[in-house]
């Protein structure tokens, strides 16, 4: 079964816009895509208002923000074991993190 994975925020310059929406078969994000979201997130700073830049977040933020341990997203950004287990938790809070963030 085929499904049409839908992004928390269509607009935003990060995600997709509907026409470029492709089928996926699975209803989360690759190990390698959280990864890369993951490592963007710790590593780039980002703009919450136009005249305001802010700095990368922290792995302890970064968690907060997913609601896992700063040790569960360590493992995450390792092993796809880790991933498997936490993705279904991690998911869509990931994507809309990830959606409303614009980055410089």
Not at 38 to 58: G, N, S
């Amino acid at each position: 079964m085929t499904k049409v994975i839908l992004t928390a925020e269509q607009a935003s310059s990060n995600c997709k816009k509907e026409s470029e929406l492709e089928i996926k078969t699975s209803k989360y994000l690759e190990f390698l895509t959280v990864r890369k979201m993951i490592y963007k997130f710790l590593t780039r700073d980002r703009i919450v208002l136009v005249p305001t830049k802010i700095p990368k977040l922290t792995e302890l933020e970064l968690a907060n923000k997913l609601n896992i341990t700063s040790a569960q997203l360590r493992r995450l950004q390792k092993s796809q074991a880790s991933y498997k287990q936490t993705i279904s938790k991690i998911n869509l809070p990931l994507i809309k993190l990830y959606c409303s963030t614009k980055w410089i």
